[in-house]
C-alpha cells in the first residue's frame, strides 16, 4: 500500500508565499518522477511542476519563475515551493508520484488526496 500525504495548503493574500509538501510512504521499489497538478472548479486538471529523480524540473508555463519544485530522495519527498502568488493559483493541489511496488513491477501513477490553496485578498 502506497500513500502520498500532502501538507502545507492554506489561505493567502495575492503576492504571498506558500509552501507545499508530500512525502510518499509504504511498499515503494523505486520512485522515478514526483510532481505537482492542480485542478481549479470547472477546470481540467494541469501539470504545475514535476521532477525527475535525478532533479530535473518541469514547470507548467504558467508558474514559471515564480514556483520551484525540488526532492529530497531519502526521505521520498517532493516540495512545491510558491512565491507571488495569484488569484489564479487558487486551485486543489495534487502530489503525483510515479514509481514502482516491487522489482519486476510497471511504473505507476499514485496521488495524494489534494490540499486547497486559496489565493485572495
Known amino acids: 500500500q502506497v500513500q502520498l500525504v500532502e501538507s502545507g495548503g492554506g489561505l493567502v493574500q495575492p503576492g504571498g508565499s506558500l509552501r507545499l509538501s508530500c512525502a510518499a510512504s509504504?511498499?515503494?521499489?523505486?520512485?522515478?518522477?514526483m510532481g505537482w497538478y492542480r485542478q481549479a472548479p470547472g477546470k481540467e486538471r494541469e501539470l504545475v511542476a514535476s521532477?525527475?529523480?535525478?532533479?530535473?524540473?518541469n514547470y507548467g508555463d504558467s508558474v514559471k519563475g515564480r514556483f520551484t519544485i525540488s526532492r529530497d530522495n531519502a526521505k521520498n519527498t517532493v516540495y512545491l515551493q510558491m512565491n507571488s502568488l495569484k488569484p489564479e493559483d487558487t486551485a486543489v493541489y495534487y502530489c503525483?508520484?510515479?514509481?514502482?511496488?516491487?522489482?519486476?513491477?510497471?511504473?505507476?501513477?499514485?496521488w495524494g488526496q489534494g490540499t486547497q490553496i486559496t489565493v485572495s485578498s
Open positions: 521532477i525527475s529523480n535525478g532533479g530535473s524540473p
Open positions: 509504504g511498499s515503494m521499489f523505486s520512485v522515478y518522477t
Open positions: 503525483n508520484a510515479e514509481l514502482t511496488t516491487w522489482r519486476f513491477g510497471p511504473p505507476k501513477d499514485y
